[in-house]
């Protein structure tokens, strides 16, 4: 039997009594890149917090390939840290290490590769993503916040994760930058076979990269489809949401 590569199964997650997600349900498959939009609030961060074991659920499952985590224990965290990437919003690189150094650390200490050999894989990573070598040995405060987020990906890739979750990837660029981020992860979930996970408010955004888009709004996953469907929604939330981005379009 062949499982999605990820599944969540009537998640909730509550802080005191506000409800966050609210019995969440939905499968990403193998190679398959899941766009989340949603409002801010509307539980997108505490979704994929839940996913990788920095949050634990109230109720409900995720399984990774089939595999049930348990998420009331340390098995959901160190599954997690092996299968999964997280590009966080502020690319969150290490100030102190070069951008090498940064891309390299992850093969080096969680895949136990030696220094040489991490270091050849995050030459391979950079090339991929088309970062010139003059900036290899440049510290993050040096770089663009886009040459940051590129980097970030970049180490992301560099530990061949099976799931990278995207967070609000094209916040803080430009329009010309904002294209090209998405076009390079669009091209690094094709060419790696890479199942994708993005939270976004950027409609823009997440028609490009997405295969599957679904919506949250407070704390319900009130519609999903294909990035063609969106505009044709009648849900009243839907549109309400993407309304902005029609009128601009």
Not at 103 to 132: V, Y
Not at 144 to 157: E, F, M, Q
Not at 195 to 215: F, P, V
Request: glycine share 4%; with cysteine.
């Amino acid at each position: 039997m062949k499982y999605p590569r990820i599944e969540v199964r009537e998640l909730k997650k509550s802080f005191d009594e506000t409800v966050i997600l609210d019995h969440i349900n939905f499968k990403v498959h193998l190679g398959e890149s899941l766009v989340i939009i949603g409002a801010s609030g509307s539980g997108k961060s505490v979704l994929t917090k839940c996913i990788v074991g920095l949050l634990k659920p109230d109720n409900g499952d995720i399984f990774l390939d089939g595999h049930r985590l348990e998420t009331n224990s340390s098995d959901n965290t160190t599954v997690a840290a092996n299968s999964i990437s997280y590009v966080f919003q502020n690319s969150a690189l290490f100030d102190s290490l070069s951008v090498i150094e940064n891309i390299s650390f992850g093969p080096q200490f969680l895949n136990k590769q030696n220094e040489k050999d991490a270091n050849e894989i995050a030459r391979e990573s950079m090339k991929k993503l088309d970062i010139h070598p003059k900036f290899w040995f440049m510290y993050p405060k040096e770089l663009s916040s886009s040459l940051r987020k590129i980097v970030a990906i970049a180490r992301a890739l560099a530990v061949k994760p099976k799931i990278i979750i995207f967070d609000e990837p094209s916040t803080g660029l430009d329009i010309r930058a904002s294209h090209k981020l998405d076009y390079l992860i669009r091209e690094s979930v094709k060419n790696e076979n890479i199942t994708a996970i993005t939270i976004t408010h950027d409609i823009n955004s997440a028609l490009h990269i997405a295969d599957s888009i679904a919506m949250l709004h407070e704390g319900k996953l009130i519609w999903s489809g294909k990035p063609s469907d969106l505009k044709k929604s009648s849900h009243v939330e839907v549109r309400r949401f993407i309304k902005p981005f029609l009128s601009s379009t």
